[in-house]
């Protein structure tokens, strides 16, 4: 039997289902959280062998300790994980120390984690990736800037989601974001590139092959949601585009990926622009974890699947028999408290009671880019989608 940490089980709420289907193989499944064991969710409690609680998970010696806890009571780990982008790093620590030599390790992250250490990794695998400048002084940003042009994009080289990021369109927003930045955090500066992101999601096996590929476009720069308080749009596609397949596999082999859920980011120009033509892929970043929210059970939903098996039987097997069924979309909608919309709860219900899969109020660390109220719906057309989004989006006149 194999001994698996998993960290964080119970953050995100639906990540309890990795644990599920981790048992279910015959997996002995090991938590660590900072959650008192009575609250958490029955599901979870029954997808676990045994629970280890930290009073905080930002401690590192007190995980530290669990993890050695478990290695005393149950012998040698084989696997440690969270799928989580903000422990993606400690993880890799921790199966440095521990000699867990099932997935990245210590010496692995610069790059995974860095974004101008990306850059050289997508050009071996031919892909095209904005030009870049790491922040100092006044003068070379100034350089650069004379040399791309405004505006630019300004964000922490090793960052989680669009947190502290920046659109530069003038010398004042420079002065500005030079003095306010955070003091000893390295900042990345980027041509702008006006486009829409298409992902890359997939579960590799350990020879660096997909056993399931899919993915997602988002519409909307999530920087823009974030520091606008727009709405949050992005639909899982019905079929892959065979150029961001082809981009995704060769990234894959790039990057040297293997045995992981994994979610890359692409750009697709929306016009000509120096670095391509309009429709071009032009590389955004890697994410060696699942997309996050509710994105796999958006999976599941698109293609009659369930990735969290798939991975689990990946963690236990290196394969997997589950099937993939019918296709179509799925699309989330992420709605803000302080809009007025067209269409009440109740009207979105009613219109679309057979294709919701999913809706309710997402948890506070999750609203600035996911919006306050979510709705999950799946779709078999483009049409279809798309009047989704036009209904939900709609916001009353000032009039009105």
């Not at 995100?12 to 009575?38: A, H, S």
């Not at 505006?151 to 947190?163: E, F, H, L, S, Y």
Request: aromatic share 12%.
């Amino acid at each position: 039997m194999k001994n698996v940490i998993f960290i964080s089980p119970n953050f995100p709420t639906n990540y309890w289902q990795f644990c599920r289907e981790l048992k279910k193989n015959g997996m002995n499944v090991l938590g660590i959280g900072d959650q008192p064991y009575d609250e958490l969710s029955q599901d979870l409690k029954d997808s676990l062998n045994e629970y280890y609680k930290v009073s905080n998970l930002e401690n590192d010696d007190e995980v530290y300790r669990g993890i050695a806890f478990f290695i005393y009571k149950h012998g040698r780990i084989d696997w440690l994980e969270s799928n989580n982008e903000y422990w993606l790093e400690r993880d890799a620590r921790f199966r440095t120390d521990f000699h867990i030599t099932s997935g990245f390790q210590e010496e692995d992250i610069p790059r995974i984690k860095f974004k101008s250490k990306m850059k050289e990794y997508y050009r071996i695998a031919g892909i095209p990736a904005a030009r870049y400048h790491l922040v100092d002084d006044e003068r070379s940003c100034t350089a650069f800037i004379r040399e791309v042009g405004y505006p630019v994009i300004v964000k922490p080289d090793n960052g989680v989601g669009a947190a502290h990021t920046y659109k530069l369109s003038d010398k004042d927003e420079l002065l500005r974001f030079l003095h306010e930045r955070h003091p000893g955090t390295p900042y990345i500066m980027e041509e702008f590139i006006d486009a829409e992101v298409n992902s890359y999601d997939a579960i590799i096996d350990s020879h660096g092959n997909p056993m399931f590929e899919t993915g997602n476009v988002t519409p909307c720069s999530i920087m823009d949601i974030v520091n606008n308080g727009d709405n949050s749009i992005y639909y899982i596609v019905k079929k892959l585009p065979a150029d961001v397949l082809n981009a995704g596999r060769a990234a894959v082999k790039s990057f040297g990926v293997k045995s992981r859920f994994v979610h890359f980011e692409f750009f697709r120009l929306l016009k000509e622009q120096p670095i391509g033509k309009k429709g071009d892929l032009v590389a955004l970043e890697v994410n060696m974890r699942p997309c996050g929210g509710f994105t796999p059970d958006m999976i599941n939903f698109a293609h009659n699947t369930d990735v969290y098996k798939i991975w689990a039987d990946m963690i236990a097997f290196d394969q997997s028999t589950k099937l993939v069924g019918e296709h179509g979309y799925c699309a989330f909608a992420g709605l803000r408290d302080e809009k007025n919309y067209v269409m009440r709860r109740e009207e979105i219900l009613e219109k679309y009671k057979n294709r919701i899969k999913m809706e309710g109020r997402l948890p506070e660390v999750l609203a600035d880019a996911m919006g306050n109220h979510m709705y999950i719906a799946t779709f078999k057309t483009k049409k279809e989608l798309d009047g989704f989004y036009r209904d939900l989006l709609a916001e009353k006149k000032d009039a009105d």
